[in-house]
């Protein structure tokens, strides 16, 4: 494994991969089991399974669920535990990975050793990293959409993937559309909300205060913020008009709108690392510690997420950094993003270290994604008909709801002001720290200046420049 197309990352939303995939064992034949999004099982008999491929077990199910030919693109075989995640590559041998699972760990975690002598890893059949989301548009086959659609919710739900309040709320109304059909006036709708919440909203928006401050923030109210604002967003979702190409009972459209509005966040479709990051010093006595953080990397950039507020920290295009990474015989393993900022007003480029056993293969999974960005040749996905995707049915926003990137405050904003980071300038022929200051990059590893928006800094540039 090379890091390159495997990756490695936190566990999935459910407990699915705590579950063993191989069931026996034997030179002819072996039962596999292979697992949905949707925790649902695939079977497989298979024979000679240590040296089966992944590619040859992806075909396998593709024919067991009878999936179109697009399913080979959009998914692909995850090897993953509550310790470790790894996108394996068509020609991996899911067995032999399996295998050297404890040695996986010792190296790209900081498991205990009877956490690693426990752990056993699953198969999963999971959205491929690499695949775009303009493709996703394209899909037609209905189990292949339920399959992302499931994915996505599970992210959702688990706040994998942070997400503003209306925009959990407009997620929720879509699954409560798929789940228990139109939205009807007059029926007990909101009872059956209320007993199901956590299968439409994140769990931080379904928890209920105790004590006297939450009964006086909830005197009057008939149902929770969540609760409420879930039950006005199903009523505002819109029938989908039936077609010839999707008959009138289809969950298509609902599957495809949910993940329509999925690809407004920046790190949908990423494949998520452990990290940690400095925390800013703080007090009289510049405190300052780390802070556990997921670092989300797909085909469109980086974003380093606070893993406990489950909000940004910090997001950029390939574009807009250069990175490098220290491995463990040098130093504690690092991943270093640069990009520019200001200090004070005077424009420096930043250095952002993230520690973690997964550096890297985090380096090597950005420098991937900027390979395959650069040699696509495929164009953009036309603007497709009144019953394509951009008109699929979901809640409509109210009148004065703005763009989601542009709301202030927004959970998929960086925050770049919660970052310890060391800024520097070029100042003459050297190099100084700005509390510290910086201008040359030093990382060779990054898009051409010519097709990207990363500038070095120099001392006489302005805000607007950098």
Known sequence: MDGTEGNAGQP???????????????????????YLADDKMVPLAVENLPSLSAHELHRAVREVLQLSDIALDAFALW???????????????????????????????????????????????????????????????????????????????AARYPCDVEDCEALGALVCR??????????????????????FLPAHLCKRGHGLLAALRGRGAKAGTGEQGLLDAYRRVKEAASGDSEPEASLSPYYRAYLLKCHELPFYGCAFFHGEIDKPAQGFLHRGGRKPVSVAISLEGVHVIDSREKHVLLGLRFQELS??????????????LEFDGDNEGTPVNKLLKIYSKQAELMSSLIEYCIELNQVATEPAAPQESASG?????????????????????????????????????????????VKPKRTTSFFSRQLSLSQGSYTVVRPTDSLEQG
């Open 323 to 336: 990175w490098d990474h220290t491995s463990p015989e040098e130093e504690e393993s690092v991943l270093w």
């Open 79 to 157: 090897l993953a535990s509550p310790l470790l995640e790894v996108q394996l590559k068509p020609k991996h041998q899911p067995y032999k990975l399996g295998r050297q699972w404890p040695e996986l760990l010792l190296r790209f975690t900081d498991a205990p050793d009877d956490d690693v002598a426990m752990d056993e890893p699953s198969l999963q059949f999971r959205r491929n990293v690499f695949f775009p989301k303009r493709r996703e548009l394209q899909i037609r086959d209905e189990e292949v959409l339920r399959l992302l659609y499931e994915e996505a919710k599970g992210n959702v739900l």
């Open 389 to 433: 995707p951009t008109s699929a049915p979901g809640p409509s926003p109210p009148p004065t709801q703005r763009p989601q990137l542009r709301r202030q405050g927004s959970v998929v904003c960086s925050r770049i002001q919660h970052l310890s980071t060391i800024d520097y300038v070029e100042e003459g022929e050297q190099i100084k720290r």
């Open 12 to 34: 999935a939303p459910a407990d699915r991969s705590h579950r063993s995939s191989v069931s026996s064992v034997g030179a002819r034949a072996a039962d596999v089991l292979v």
């Open 178 to 199: 798929v789940q228990l059909g139109p939205y009807q006036p007059g029926q007990p709708t909101a009872c059956a909300l209320r007993e199901k919440l956590d299968s």
